[in-house]
């Protein structure tokens, strides 16, 4: 079982460009989640999605965008990135709301 | 005040004791309660869940205290590949988004 899928593991970015992060899940889980994680800071929540066709903000929106595909995919994008958002970046998923939620392997961006 | 507060430790502790950590929430009708583990620059994945009778996994053993509002983790007879980052994970009603502390390191020494 893949689980949750992310790409890439890993860029380096130079600051004012723009990417996309891409994240995917075979669990058939309604909810996504983008979190990232800094030291000292914790895991915070960027963007969520409770269910296909709908996203939200959460802590930390400022900068990034996000797309919920379909069911299966969850994108965050910069638009132009800050060396702020060098970080380890999360994707999440869980059936519902009050349920586990599954994590892919991150993605280490650092901005320059 | 932050949502869940968790000790940073880090806890050092030799192989075969037991340790305990706390973890105190903010938001009284939370619903959902998690131990999640982090290794060194990889995923968080789920320890166990932590139900109101609390509930026991092996070594592990989970509480929760909905009056006073915390959780707590024990680990008994600690060994080397328990060494990680725990993290107390809550999720408030009605809201869609876990909360995480910001963990818990533990180091196992031989």
């Known amino acids: 079982n893949a689980g949750v899928t992310q790409t890439p593991k890993f860029q380096v970015l130079k600051t004012g460009q723009s990417m996309t992060l891409q994240c995917a899940q075979d669990?058939?889980?309604?909810?996504m989640y983008w979190y990232r994680q800094d030291p000292g800071m914790g895991l915070r929540l960027i963007y969520y999605?409770?269910?296909?066709?709908?996203?939200d903000k959460g802590e930390v929106p400022n900068g990034y965008n996000v797309s919920r595909l379909n069911k299966r995919e969850f994108s965050l994008r910069l638009e132009s990135a800050a060396p702020s958002q060098t970080s380890v970046y999360f994707c999440?998923?869980?059936?519902?709301?009050?349920?586990?939620?599954?994590f892919g392997q991150g993605t280490r961006l650092t901005v320059v | 005040r932050k949502e869940v507060e968790q000790d940073p430790g880090p806890f050092n502790v030799p192989e075969g004791a037991t340790v305990a950590f706390n973890c105190t929430y903010s938001?009284?009708?939370?619903?959902?309660f998690f131990w999640y583990r982090q290794d060194c620059r990889k995923e968080p994945k789920l320890l166990m869940s932590?139900?109101?009778s609390g509930n026991e996994d092996g070594r592990f053993t989970a509480q929760l205290n909905r009056a006073s509002q915390y959780i707590s983790l024990l680990i008994r007879d600690s060994k080397l590949s328990d060494s990680a980052t725990y993290l107390c994970?809550?999720?408030?009603?009605?809201?869609?988004?876990?909360?995480f502390g910001k963990g818990t390191s533990l180091l196992v020494t031989p």
């Open positions: 999440a998923s869980n059936r519902d709301r009050n349920t586990e939620a599954f």
């Open positions: 669990m058939n889980h309604n909810s």
């Open positions: 999605s409770a269910s296909e066709g709908t996203t």
């Open positions: 938001n009284s009708a939370s619903q959902s």
């Open positions: 932590v139900y109101s």
């Open positions: 994970v809550v999720n408030p009603f009605g809201g869609y988004a876990l909360n």
